[in-house]
């Protein structure tokens, strides 16, 4: 064998190895091209439209940018994208792949608020967008705007302390769950009132300990259609049990609130509770006195 026939076939060796890593990685990953970073992709079905689902985890901006690109011009549609535990801090906008994107989550990824809010106009089609372990701490009144299709919204531990009173007017007519768990809210936000379809409200974890007559008053004519409100540190005295948003909350069998004290009232869920019980400690120290 010629030096030359040698070299040839030397080259056409690692040739072959190199196409055969390529087409296992692609294989795996189940994404149409080798991505730069530690992503993978799903074919899924989201209401009658089918695309990929790319979950990212570790990642940076600059490679979220550059395999969001690829994927587009793969021919591709991205109709979900999760990035989870990755540095998306240098991240000014975000890609142009996503114009069709229906699910989109962010988990630990440092990408700020501003970056989202520059989007907008790619997130016309969003219908689920979940946020955990960010550093948001408040949401303006324009952050939701051109998202009319948000169904399903969570923003959880990212440090919310503030919600502008029109954070959700863009949403009013679409949103039906809402998630603000374990963030920093003292009140209840008003700018709910106007969420008139929605179904589902978490603000567990939050240092909310009371809701006032005059908020429960648009709340029950607002949200006719909530039928489950988590809450906590609700003390459960025969003074709350006869508020409005007690009654309110009965009425309406709205399940999810539940008493933290006192004690034999512990862990009772509001709706299903007679006003009576709230008041049987009273009642019976009165009969007492008497």
């Not at 064998?1 to 692609?26: D, E, P, R």
């Not at 006032?212 to 049990?241: A, E, H, M, V, W």
Request: aromatic content about 8%; overall charge negative; glycine content about 4%.
């Amino acid at each position: 064998m010629t030096s030359k026939n040698f070299i040839n076939k030397s080259v056409i060796l690692h040739l072959t190895i190199l196409l055969t890593l390529n087409s296992l990685l692609v294989l795996a990953s189940k994404c149409p091209v080798v991505l730069e970073g530690e992503c993978q992709c799903k074919e899924i079905v989201e209401e009658s439209v089918s695309g990929l689902r790319v979950e990212c985890t570790q990642t940076t901006a600059k490679k979220l940018f550059n395999d969001i690109d690829l994927l587009r011009k793969s021919g591709k549609t991205i109709i979900g994208l999760q990035v989870r535990d990755s540095d998306l801090r240098e991240l000014s906008n975000l890609p142009s792949g996503l114009y069709n994107v229906h699910e989109l989550i962010l988990d630990n990824t440092g990408i700020d608020l501003e970056t989202i809010r520059e989007s907008n106009e790619l997130l016309k089609l969003l219908k689920k967008f979940r946020v955990y372990h960010e550093n948001f701490t408040e949401i303006p009144e324009d952050f939701f705007l051109g998202m009319d299709e948000l169904k399903n919204l969570a923003l959880n531990d990212i440090g919310i302390a503030y919600i502008s009173k029109d954070a959700f007017s863009y949403l009013e007519d679409s949103l039906k769950q809402l998630e603000l768990r374990e963030n920093k809210l003292r009140s209840f936000p008003i700018a709910i009132k106007v969420l008139s379809h929605l179904e589902s409200l978490d603000l567990f974890g939050n240092e909310i300990k009371t809701v006032p007559d005059d908020l429960t008053f648009y709340l029950q004519s607002s949200l006719k259609r909530l039928k489950r409100l988590t809450l906590n540190y609700i003390n459960c005295t025969c003074d709350f049990g006869q508020t409005d948003f007690a009654t309110w909350i009965r009425s309406h069998a709205i399940k999810g609130v539940t008493c933290k004290t006192p004690n034999r009232l512990f862990g009772k869920d509001i709706s299903v509770t007679p006003i009576e019980e709230f008041c049987e400690y009273v009642s019976n120290t009165q009969h007492k006195l008497l």
